[in-house]
């Protein structure tokens, strides 16, 4: 595999200037034809709770169906075996397109280790089994269903439709890893800075081998940005909100976190780029005159009538659901790169660019404005407002379709599209079950750790993050397997990847596309696993795939070959 990435490298120069690209320090820059990066950033799945049947359908009367082209490559999916005779204490069954939600499973550091059961992958129902379904989710509360252990169970291409069309069409990922354990927030860090060690105060304090994790609260909430600080000496593993971001809860913990992310590497390198999110506008102002992250939307919970309208939490009810999620928006959290106040942009065309108030971090909206007018940064981190994000408890897998196939089907109409690339990522699992467990690239030896034995993610302190300040631990990983998906024009069609990757390994495609060098200090950039091997830039698409947001099919019923 490492010998198609540099096979793939050394064939761009080439392509790159051939390319449309006039500026040619652009061209002289970039390793690639990918003049533009989208990354759309979802929530909380885990492979095989999407593609562990990838690519047979059941099918059934009513739903739309989906059938495999010919010559459709399998996936490292549920065998028969795992569908019928599963080590854990249930099977998984089948989760019908009538059954869109679900309850929120328990994806925390800790239970996600002891569910993997030091590699026999048993151990999901007890550690990280919630309810099944919305309604023992929301008030009145009720106790699971005895025997129903619905973390076992996977959708198929009946109801993650678009998705698999679209796996059909680009390219899949069938051995890509959370790059750890646990909630939103790690892996937010994840994807843009690789390493979830660095927070100079806040919950989760972690320095070194310290048992009791705990550290100083973080204070002054909300701090104004500012230049980058040391890194700290705490890991976060849970979900507290950024000490920077005015919209964060007053009553949730908060974490700031020091060092660099990949955002400082996008400036110093003079590309433009932005963290686009579903609510982080404000809607008014709170008594105080700071302002209030507050739009929401029904999701499909409500209905066919109200689902994606606007509602108030207050008064509509348990299917109406705040857009903005501070513990999502991972760039709040490094005083270099947070939009405390959420300042809007100074004008359309400053969007992504350097030296402007938004200090690169937008409301969902701005995305839109910028490349409809021609001013799509290069890289580009889109993230659902929370209805429409797949994050179980809130949201599904249908609204998250309409999400996905609305976006792709525009950057599809963009006259950018034929240099553009998107990658499908998620931050965590969920604690959704999968059945193959990855290899353990970083060790961990802590009261929290549980994946090879009792306060152990191995037993090796030479194999754990070291950065300038020491071993990172409570950095296990690499952890859950997860979805990922190259859409372009450049994926690899109806292609399943084989080779190791993580959630990290964005972070390096963006490093390596615009030469920008490595974080450093412990970012498991370095290690991750090339993307390369999902792009074919010899051979580019010259067609368009466009979907139907509620089916999921191709657009005038003819499925994709």
Request: proline content about 9%; overall charge negative.
């Amino acid at each position: 595999m490492l010998t198609l990435a540099a096979a793939a490298v050394a064939l761009v120069p080439a392509l790159s200037a051939a390319s449309d690209d006039h500026d040619a320090a652009a061209r002289a820059r970039r390793a690639t034809p990918i003049k533009h990066l989208v990354v759309i950033f979802q929530e909380n799945i885990s492979f095989d709770h999407y593609f562990g049947t990838y690519p047979v359908s059941k099918n059934p009367a009513g739903e739309p169906a989906f059938h495999a082209a010919p010559g459709t490559p399998t996936v490292n999916g549920l065998s028969d075996g795992l569908l019928t005779n599963n080590p854990n204490l249930g099977n998984p069954q089948r989760i019908d397109r009538s059954h869109p939600l679900t309850c929120d499973q328990g994806h925390d550091y800790t239970p996600e280790q002891i569910a993997f059961d030091k590699g026999l992958m048993d151990g999901f129902v007890e550690a990280t089994g919630v309810g099944p379904t919305l309604g023992e989710c929301v008030v009145p509360k009720q106790a699971p269903t005895p025997g129903n252990f619905a973390v076992m169970d996977y959708y198929d291409g009946n109801t993650v439709t678009a998705l698999w069309n679209y796996a059909q069409h680009f390219a899949l990922s069938d051995n890509s890893f959370g790059s750890g354990f646990g909630p939103s927030t790690p892996g937010a860090f994840e994807v843009v800075a690789g390493n979830s060690f660095g927070a100079t105060c806040g919950a989760d304090f972690n320095p070194n081998l310290k048992p009791d994790f705990k550290g100083p609260a973080c204070t002054g909430w909300p701090a104004p940005p500012g230049p980058a600080v040391a890194q700290g000496p705490g890991t976060v593993i849970s979900d507290p909100d950024p000490l920077h971001d005015v919209c964060a809860s007053p009553t949730r913990a908060k974490v700031e976190m020091g060092g660099r992310n990949v955002g400082d590497l996008l400036n110093a390198g003079g590309v433009t780029w932005g963290w686009f999110q579903g609510g982080f506008k404000p809607t008014g102002k709170s008594t105080s005159g700071n302002p209030v992250c507050g739009s929401a939307h029904f999701n499909v919970g409500a209905g066919p009538q109200k689902d994606g309208q606007a509602c108030s939490p207050a008064t509509d009810g348990p299917f109406c659901v705040t857009d903005y999620n501070p513990h999502h928006q991972p760039f709040q959290y490094w005083p270099q790169t947070a939009n405390t106040m959420h300042l809007p942009p100074t004008s359309v065309g400053a969007i992504g660019g350097p030296k402007d108030q938004a200090n690169h971090q937008y409301d969902l909206s701005d995305f839109w404005a910028a490349a409809d007018s021609g001013n799509m940064p290069q890289v580009s981190y889109l993230k659902a407002a929370n209805y429409q994000d797949g994050h179980a408890g809130y949201s599904d897998p249908l609204d998250e379709q309409t999400f996905l196939v609305n976006t792709i089907n525009h950057l599809e109409k963009l006259s950018t599209w034929t240099s553009t690339a998107v990658v499908i990522a998620y931050d965590d699992s969920d604690g959704w079950y999968d059945h193959q467990m990855g290899p353990i690239l970083r060790q961990s030896q802590t009261s929290l750790d549980a994946l090879t034995a009792t306060g152990q993610c191995g037993s090796n302190l030479a194999r754990v993050p070291t950065g300038p300040t020491g071993p990172q631990q409570a950095r296990c990983g690499l952890g859950p397997r997860q979805p990922l998906l190259v859409i372009s024009p450049f994926a690899r069609a109806n292609f399943v990847d084989h080779s190791l990757s993580e959630q990290s390994s964005i972070v390096r495609l963006i490093e390596d596309n615009w030469r920008l060098g490595q974080i450093g200090s412990g970012s498991s950039d370095a290690s991750a696993g090339s993307l390369l091997t999902m792009f074919d830039f010899n051979r580019p698409h010259s067609d368009r795939l466009i979907l139907d947001p509620t089916t999921g099919l191709r657009v005038g019923g003819q499925q994709d070959s």
